[in-house]
């Protein structure tokens, strides 16, 4: 299966600032995927990422607070922008290994904003 | 009527037990089926696949219901290594994965 390299691993951030975090995988991958997990709750899609176009976001999330880069296809980056208190989650990237192979994640990024 | 529903939790059961836990979903067309495992402060790590047919890997047995959209994971002999938090994904055909909320297991001594 894939290997993900995620950035920074945790973080705690001022209000108002903003963060980016890194996903570096091992293979190509058509599509890379940012999921975002509240404390004590599942996963919940942020965005898919593809690479030559903008990114896909889901119900709830905008590009001008959730901007996402896909410079090729081993590489995306996922900024949280103008944070406030609200944002602290674990955010995580993940590939798709193959349908019948699930998803790998990176090892997700701790975000605490003050 | 949430997308991915689990059976809420938590499972407290002793070493050696069989436990089960259920898995409903919402979108008919849903194609692939997953059960990951989640410790605490980590990443989701696919526990295994699952199939129309049923599958079984070890202690772990995992069983689909097309008909009732409905999943099944069945952990026996349950280990201590067991304890963790159970995600049921479920795929569709747009590249999407929706999770359930997850089920915390806790295996005791």
């Known amino acids: 299966s894939a290997v993900i390299s995620q950035k920074p691993s945790r973080d705690i951030c001022q209000r108002g600032t903003s963060l980016t975090i890194q996903c570096q995988v091992d293979s190509q991958v058509t599509m890379m995927f940012w999921y975002r997990q509240q404390p004590g709750q599942s996963l919940t899609l942020i965005a898919t990422a593809n690479q030559g176009s903008e990114a896909t976001y889901e119900s709830g999330f905008v590009i001008d607070k959730f901007p996402i880069s896909r410079p090729n296809l081993t590489f995306s980056t996922l900024t949280v922008s103008n944070m406030s208190p609200e944002d602290s989650s674990i955010y995580l990237c993940s590939v798709e290994d193959g349908l019948n192979y699930g998803y790998t994640f990176g090892s997700g990024t701790r975000l605490t904003v003050v | 009527r949430k997308e991915v529903e689990q059976d809420p939790g938590p499972f407290n059961v002793p070493e050696g037990a069989t436990v089960a836990f259920n898995c409903t979903y919402s979108n008919s067309a849903s194609q692939s089926f997953f059960w990951y495992r989640q410790d605490c402060r980590k990443e989701p790590k696919l526990l295994m696949s699952?199939?129309?047919s049923g599958n079984e890997d070890g202690r772990f047995t995992a069983q689909l219901n097309r008909a009732s959209q409905y999943i099944s994971l069945l952990i026996r002999d349950s280990k201590l290594s067991d304890s963790a938090t159970y995600l049921c994904v479920v795929w569709s055909n747009n590249n999407d994965m929706r999770f359930g909320a997850g089920t915390r297991l806790t295996v005791k001594p």
């Open positions: 699952v199939y129309s």
